[in-house]
Nanobody
């Protein structure tokens, strides 16, 4: 079994900062990429930022220059530093890991339960 667990989130004022953390654990052989997605009420889940095992990053346009994703490969963790937060960043943020498990060497994606980020104006 493999799982990812998020931490962080909460309430911030517009212009403030929050940091999200995510840890993958279990029978993991390798992780190709980890990332963060978000879903606001009434909207579809969207990519926020991803980072590959080689450190390549991808951000959605609306967070470029404000959010930074980082990863600790040895610890199987990924963080999302969110600065200059805006009310439109309010959403449930989900951690995602694209990995191969150790038991069957099968590749699949694992999602966390989500953590709520609320930005007040």
């Amino acid at each position: 079994q493999v799982q990812v667990v998020e931490s962080g989130g909460g309430l911030a004022q517009s212009g403030g900062s929050l940091r999200l953390s995510c840890a993958a654990s279990g029978s993991i052989f390798s992780i190709y990429s980890m990332g963060w997605y978000r879903q606001a009420p009434g909207n579809q889940r969207e990519l926020v930022a991803t980072i590959t095992a080689t450190g390549d990053t991808k951000y959605t346009d609306s967070v470029k220059g404000r959010f930074t994703i980082s990863r600790d490969i040895a610890k199987n963790t990924v963080d999302l530093q969110m600065n200059s937060l805006k009310p439109e960043d309010t959403a449930v943020y989900y951690c995602n890991a694209d990995l191969t498990n150790r038991d069957y060497l099968s590749r699949f994606e694992v999602w966390g339960q989500g953590t709520l980020v609320t930005v007040s104006s």
